[in-house]
């Protein structure tokens, strides 16, 4: 019901930055938390960052704190994921997920999101 596209990915080196955008055509984000996991190969998916339904509380893993931030622009039904001081180990397909009904202890857990967009490649390589 709900189709997801990410866009933003691309080739970096360490130390750039890159914005993803997730974007539900023709519908709002407003009622959904929306998150954002990334798989590298032979790696478990993981998570990276989150946003709650008001767009006000955010989440996110302690390997990105500090680096990355996930914000909401209810306007154009999009959600971006800021990635500053990109490092090589960044390196994977980036995800973004979206569920209505998740409550806060299920937010970092990948298997409680109903809605997944395809992923975008993010490499950072010297």
């Known amino acids: 019901q709900v189709q997801l596209v990410e866009t933003g990915g691309g080739w970096v080196q360490p130390g750039d930055s890159l914005r993803l955008s997730c974007s539900a055509s023709?519908?709002?984000?407003?009622?959904?938390?929306v998150g954002w996991f990334r798989q590298a190969p032979g790696k478990e998916r993981e998570f990276v960052a989150a946003?709650?339904?008001?767009?006000?509380?955010?989440y996110y893993a302690d390997s990105v704190k500090d680096r990355f931030t996930v914000s909401r622009d209810s306007a154009k039904i999009t959600v971006y994921l800021q990635m500053n001081s990109l490092r090589p180990e960044d390196t994977a397909t980036y995800y973004c997920?979206?569920?209505?009904?998740?409550?806060?202890?299920?937010?970092?857990?990948?298997?409680?999101?109903?809605?997944w967009g395809p992923g975008t490649q993010v490499t950072v390589s010297s």
């Open positions: 997920a979206a569920d209505s009904s998740l409550i806060l202890s299920d937010y970092r857990r990948h298997m409680a999101y109903d809605y």
């Open positions: 023709g519908r709002s984000f407003s009622r959904y938390v």
């Open positions: 946003i709650a339904r008001n767009g006000q509380h955010t």
